[in-house]
């Protein structure tokens, strides 16, 4: 399983950016995926999620309103679509995907990761 991450960059606050991940076909219908974050010097943390079964999702309270998570079929990709960005949203990115159909937000649940996409918003 593979799963490429990107869209990072650097952005003021208030801006917006899109993150990508592209995966598999097979990825696709058979995992949650999952965005999360490390933040220089802490501890990474969940982002948001996206279920294939549904398509339910879930979001950290930090982004909630902010962000959105979603999936385009034919493309195999993942989106995190980010507005309103906050210097504290600096980070770098990672997709995961999660076999299965319940979502979880502890990336130790996780099974693949994708390489990392870096986002940097100054003030």
């Known amino acids: 399983v593979q799963l490429q991450a990107s869209g990072g960059g650097l952005v003021q606050a208030g801006g917006s950016l899109r993150l990508s991940c592209a995966t598999s076909r097979h990825t696709f219908s058979n995992y949650v995926m999952g965005w999360f974050r490390q933040a220089p010097g802490k501890e990474r943390e969940f982002v948001a999620a996206?279920?294939?079964?549904?398509?339910?999702?879930n979001y950290a309270d930090s982004v909630k309103g902010r962000f959105t998570i979603s999936r385009d079929d034919a493309k195999n990709t993942v989106y995190l679509q980010m507005n309103s960005l906050k210097p504290e949203d600096t980070a770098v990115y990672y997709c995961?995907?999660?076999?299965?159909?319940?979502?979880?937000?502890?990336?130790?649940?996780?099974?693949?990761w994708g390489q990392g996409t870096e986002v940097t918003v100054s003030s």
């Open positions: 996206i279920t294939w079964s549904g398509g339910r999702t």
């Open positions: 995961a995907a999660r076999w299965g159909s319940i979502w979880s937000p502890n990336g130790r649940e996780y099974d693949y």
